[in-house]
Antibody, heavy 120, light 106 residues
Framework: QLQLQESGPGLVKPSETLSLTCTVSGGSIRSSNHYWGWIRQPPGKGLEWIGSIYYSGSSYYNPSLISRVTISVDTAKNQFSLKLTSVTAADTAVFYC????????????WGQGTLVTVSS | DIQMTQSPSSVSASVGDRVTITCRASQGISSWLAWYQQKPGKAPKLLIYAASSLQSGVPSRFSGSESGTDFTLTVSSLQPEDFATYFCQQTKSFPLTFGGGTKVEV
């Protein structure tokens, strides 16, 4: 079945760029019915949608983060990636990637999540 | 942005109890709502979409309903594996937004 797996550094220094990759297995990222999204969850808090991308490269971002976020896709590797610039301690969170239904806008399945801590 | 307000933030329950969680949208979203279950240290799992449609594989003791801008997730008979945190998400428009969560605990 479809599986997603996040990868990337678990520790990022303040003011630097957070970079994560999500690898999709068990299915193709070139799905006409789905976006591929990133969601984050600060420790002990709720969920925040960061943005989503279609395999063609069309992307949608949360306006609260749009000035710092870039999501890209690599169809050859069946991966999509997240870059978040100028991070602060407030960006410390578990970052999840997930398949995003294009019509219904729900997320399923999700990756297991990866904790990224922003600290010097 | 559409704000999603969940209540209560936590609920104490026992196995076999009927549990109801509410989510209120700040504006009309029709049936554009999803519910997720999250267990400690795990990713959220989709339970219900379109307010009342059960995701494949989800037990039938879970159900969803709507009344205007109020949405309800009901667990008809709580099982030990249902102790978790539940989130709602509006799926009507970008930016997609989530409720603050409801923790169901013993």
């Amino acid at each position: 079945q479809l599986q997603l797996q996040e990868s990337g550094p678990g520790l990022v220094k303040p003011s630097e760029t957070l970079s994560l990759t999500c690898t999709v297995s068990g299915g193709s990222i070139r799905s006409s019915n789905h976006y591929w999204g990133w969601i984050r969850q600060p420790p002990g808090k709720g969920l925040e949608w960061i943005g989503s991308i279609y395999y063609s490269g069309s992307s949608y971002y949360n306006p609260s983060l749009i000035s710092r976020v870039t999501i890209s896709v690599d169809t050859a590797k069946n991966q999509f990636s997240l870059k978040l610039t100028s991070v602060t301690a407030a960006d410390t969170a578990v970052f999840y990637c997930a398949r995003h239904d294009q019509i219904e806008n729900w997320f399923d399945p999700w990756g297991q999540g990866t904790l990224v801590t922003v600290s010097s | 942005d559409i704000q999603m307000t969940q209540s209560p933030s936590s609920v104490s329950a026992s196995v076999g109890d009927r549990v109801t969680i509410t989510c209120r949208a700040s504006q009309g979203i029709s049936s554009w709502l999803a519910w997720y279950q999250q267990k400690p240290g795990k990713a959220p799992k989709l339970l219900i979409y379109a307010a009342s449609s059960l995701q494949s594989g989800v037990p039938s003791r879970f159900s969803g309903s709507e009344s205007g801008t109020d949405f309800t997730l009901t667990v008809s008979s709580l099982q030990p594996e249902d102790f978790a945190t539940y989130f709602c998400q509006q799926t009507k428009s970008f930016p997609l937004t989530f409720g603050g969560g409801t923790k169901v605990e013993v």
